[in-house]
């Protein structure tokens, strides 16, 4: 079982950034991938980003790309997103995933709100 609780979410005006943390207790987190989903009002979860165990080989949804930075201290057993360049269709609960490679179980924090006003 692993806990992530995520924080650092707000409101804030376009062109602004903030940085978003999640936090993994109950296993070794160096073992899992870990990744970022947000969901807007009325749409589906969608994927944001993702860094794998080590740290390496991280990917970016194309909305993203350019804006976010996906990192992780396996030392602390966190998982950061820095978002810059902030646009209202940004604007979601952002929810951080954790996964082990060829395990079909998954595990979710409970969101952290972010809002970006024009």
């Known amino acids: 079982q692993v806990q992530l609780v995520e924080s650092g979410g707000g409101s804030i005006q376009a062109g602004g950034s903030l940085s978003l943390s999640c936090v993994a207790s109950g296993r070794t987190f160096s073992n899992y991938h870990m990744a970022w989903y947000r969901q807007a009002p009325g749409k589906v979860r969608e994927f944001v980003a993702t860094?794998?165990?080590?740290?390496?080989?991280?990917n970016y949804a194309d909305s993203v790309k350019g804006r976010f930075t996906i990192s992780r201290d396996n030392a602390k057993n966190t998982v950061d997103l820095q978002m810059d360049s902030l646009k209202p269709e940004d604007t979601a609960i952002y929810y951080c995933?954790?996964?082990?490679?060829?395990?079909?179980?998954?595990?979710w924090g409970q969101g952290t709100q972010v809002t970006v006003s024009s």
């Open positions: 860094i794998n165990h080590n740290g390496a080989v991280p």
């Open positions: 995933k954790a996964w082990l490679p060829f395990v079909a179980t998954e595990y």
